[in-house]
């Protein structure tokens, strides 16, 4: 079984700070690692995600996410932030079988 | 081209009514999975078919929830006698064919309010 924990409930940060996300997984098996952002009342998008191969992974909007396997850690983070990156964030993990399986999300909260 | 779109996108219902809720995957997906999301929490999976096949419904918190794709295409989410503690999220996403490294793609979601 897989399991994902984001510590951060909350993390707010002025427009143009860099800002970084938190996500811890536990697994048994080898697993691809995600992070979707979910913007009010819209579903789930997909920022990134880690299959193989480099650790470090871009994605969209600036995002890049690092994979840590000896700290079991998948951090988010974003050099600069806009006041458009507010939104709910979430990691997630997928392992042996299909499902994902989510972290409860980190509301980050931009402000001028 | 089109996402995966969900109807209705909100729903209220009295404690006891059944309820259905529609998802349209993206086309030519063979993979459909649905979550809940409760308020404040990350979404939970509840089944997985692969084409009309259901191959995981593991995470179906109780018989009252059914879910359907009889032509391995839209999907159907039902719930029976609703409570209060269905009051979700519940959101559909799809995949080309389910592989593990592939993205889902998530719809809007349907928000359920049982009263």
């Known amino acids: 079984a897989q399991s994902v924990t984001q510590l951060d409930s909350q993390v707010p940060v002025f427009e143009e700070a860099p800002v970084e996300l938190r996500c811890n997984y536990s697994?048994?098996?080898?697993?691809?690692l995600f992070w979707y952002v979910q913007y009010p009342n819209q579903g789930l998008q997909l920022l990134l995600k880690?299959?193989?191969?480099?650790?470090l992974v871009k994605g969209i909007n600036g995002f890049e996410a690092e994979f840590n396997k000896s700290q079991t850690s998948f951090h988010l983070r974003k050099p600069s932030v806009h006041i458009s990156d507010t939104a709910e964030y979430f990691c997630?993990?997928?392992?042996?079988?299909?499902?994902?399986?989510f972290g409860t999300g980190t509301q980050l909260k931009v402000e001028l | 081209g089109a996402g995966v779109s969900q109807s209705p996108r909100y729903k209220v219902a009295k404690r006891g009514q059944d309820v259905a809720l529609r998802c349209d995957p993206i086309?030519?997906?063979?993979?459909l999975f649905w979550y809940q999301q409760a308020l404040g929490q990350g979404p939970e999976f509840l089944t997985y078919?692969?084409?009309?096949?259901?191959?995981?419904k593991s995470g179906l918190p109780s018989d009252r929830f059914f879910a359907e794709r009889p032509e391995g295409s839209v999907s159907t989410l039902k719930i029976q006698r609703t409570q209060q503690e269905d009051s979700a999220v519940y959101l559909c996403?799809?995949?080309?064919?389910?592989?593990?490294?592939?993205?889902?793609?998530f719809g809007p979601g349907t928000r359920l309010l049982v009263l």
């Open positions: 697994s048994s098996v080898s697993v691809y």
């Open positions: 996403a799809s995949s080309l064919f389910g592989d593990p490294q592939e993205t889902q793609y």
């Open positions: 086309s030519g997906h063979v993979s």
């Open positions: 078919f692969q084409n009309e096949a259901q191959l995981d």
């Open positions: 880690y299959l193989s191969g480099s650790t």
């Open positions: 997630a993990v997928r392992g042996g079988g299909n499902k994902l399986t």
